[in-house]
């Protein structure tokens, strides 16, 4: 996709010579308010502008990329993509319950010009069938919250949980954005010894609720069944189902400046399918 104001182009028997003008100018700002109501918590407020040149794939992305079995399409049109961000953050301890500390953040993302890559059809060609990416700039609004609460029950053996949940709306085209990360949680039970040898044992389970909010973009399919061309619609919308899995981690002090850690992911092995979540998730977007 070409544009005039991004690319000068010559058309010479089908063939296309671009000259495209990659001239971006990125401004970020930040301000942010912290104040402390009491002893025990900490309340701040954070405003910012960022901006971001679009990558290589977004602009020149023209075929079959061979990890993901999916053709990728980019766009020379593609201008950067300026994001509006809102966070208030409240910390602090529980006095009726000792040792309880809890940690939420709040946050609304919006832009004019969000790059997202999105579905829009199927490619036949010699080496099988593959789902259409493109690269497009859409209006977006993102808002959430994150909250992290931690309580130690006696100095040695404390519990940590962790919610995540975030509503994406592609505004343009009045329907969810796509690839969003559904309700989500983390809770965690760890055991450890400061002395001798800096001993852990860690319990954690991750889980993951069905995401219901997600575009439609089904796609039919012409297919030769019993020497008869039939057509089948293909499901690219629907999201896996949830999922629920444990992890065990361990590790100590041998020696000194010296330790040894293990980690076991799903423990009980578990059989799950996740989506690749690629747009940048809020919290992402706030550290950076």
Known sequence: TLSSSSAASD???????????????NISANAGIRYRPGQNWDLSVNVS????TPNAAELFADGLHHSAAIIERGDLSIRKEEVYHFSLSAKGRIPVLKGLEVEINPYLMTSDNFINQVPTGIQNSNRGIFMIWDYLQTKARIYGADADLELNFTDNFKWNSQVSALRGDDLKNDEPLILMMPLNFKNSLE?????????????????????????????????????????????????????????????????????????????????????????????????S
């Open 11 to 25: 058309v010479y028997k089908r063939q296309v010579l671009t000259r495209p003008v990659l001239d971006f100018h």
């Open 191 to 287: 055991f450890s010894l400061a002395k001798p040898s800096k001993l852990y044992l860690t319990l954690e389970n991750e889980t993951f609720l069905k995401q219901n909010r997600f575009p439609f973009r089904n796609v039919n399919l012409d297919l030769i069944e019993s020497g008869q061309l039939v057509t089948r619609t293909l499901d690219t919308s629907t999201p896996p189902a949830g999922y629920s899995v444990f992890n065990a981690a361990a590790g100590m002090d041998v020696f000194r400046n010296f330790n040894v850690n293990f980690r076991i992911n799903n423990l009980l092995n578990t059989e799950y399918r996740c989506l690749l979540y690629t747009s940048p998730s809020p919290r992402d977007v706030e550290e």
């Open 49 to 52: 502008r960022a901006s971001r």
